[in-house]
């Protein structure tokens, strides 16, 4: 199982190294003034994060990510003490949810959770527990995507002016629109997490189909 953690932490990072250069190389529409050349780029920045909390962007979407799995798939981890994809899309929402709602807007956190959805994000993972907690994968599905519909929501009240600003509960005073990339940024790298689980189930079962039966091997 050591080596199987350490496979996976291996792919993990490959996995990120990936996804960072894509994002970087990526042609965010965002108003830049380029060098001396004084050229500028005018954009909607609504339209920007509306793009970049999923309507447009490729990595912003983990319920796109993990459409078609089956309820086994969703719970499987390569150990028990891995989270599992739907680990992932929950604590996508928990955070985008905390960040928005109770950094940006000033809810207080314990309005917003209910005690059970801590698991996402101050508890240590077990499998067992957490399915335990969660039996139904809707129940989670479900609020990720009225979080992320909430989200869009707060963009499309924000005016250019607002994205500069720096809410009073806003973590380490960070502005509204550094909040939301962060964010972005969060959900991307979670993403890259949750490809990387489905890459190894594919590897689990190709190994398995590609392992000697053992009747063939002449066992009895």
Not at 148 to 159: D, P, V
Request: proline fraction near 5%; aromatic fraction near 10%.
């Amino acid at each position: 199982m050591r080596g199987r953690s350490r496979c996976y932490e291996l792919l993990e990072r490959s996995l990120i190294a990936e996804r960072f250069e894509r994002l970087v190389s990526e042609r965010m529409q965002l108003r830049r003034t380029f060098g001396s050349e004084g050229i500028e780029m005018d954009i909607d920045l609504n339209d920007a994060f509306h793009w970049a909390f999923g309507r447009g962007f490729w990595y912003a979407d983990p319920l796109t990510e993990v459409k078609g799995l089956s309820e086994e798939q969703l719970y499987w981890s390569p150990a028990p003490d891995i989270q599992c994809v739907l680990w992932h899309v929950g604590h996508i929402g928990h955070r985008e949810c905390y960040h928005i709602q109770c950094m940006l807007k000033g809810r207080d956190e314990k309005e917003v959770f209910p005690d059970k959805w801590g698991i996402f994000f101050d508890c240590p993972y077990e499998a067992v527990r957490f399915r335990d907690t969660f039996p139904d994968p809707g129940e989670i599905t479900d609020w990720v995507r009225s979080v992320r519909a909430s989200s869009h929501e707060f963009i499309c009240e924000l005016k250019s002016t607002d994205y500069n600003s720096v809410p009073r509960s806003s973590f380490e005073g960070g502005s509204i629109a550094r909040v939301l990339m962060q964010t972005v940024g969060h959900t991307g790298l979670h993403i890259g997490r949750i490809q990387l689980l489905r890459r190894l189930m594919r590897n689990e079962k190709a190994e398995q189909e590609d392992a000697p039966d053992s009747k063939a091997a002449g066992d009895p």
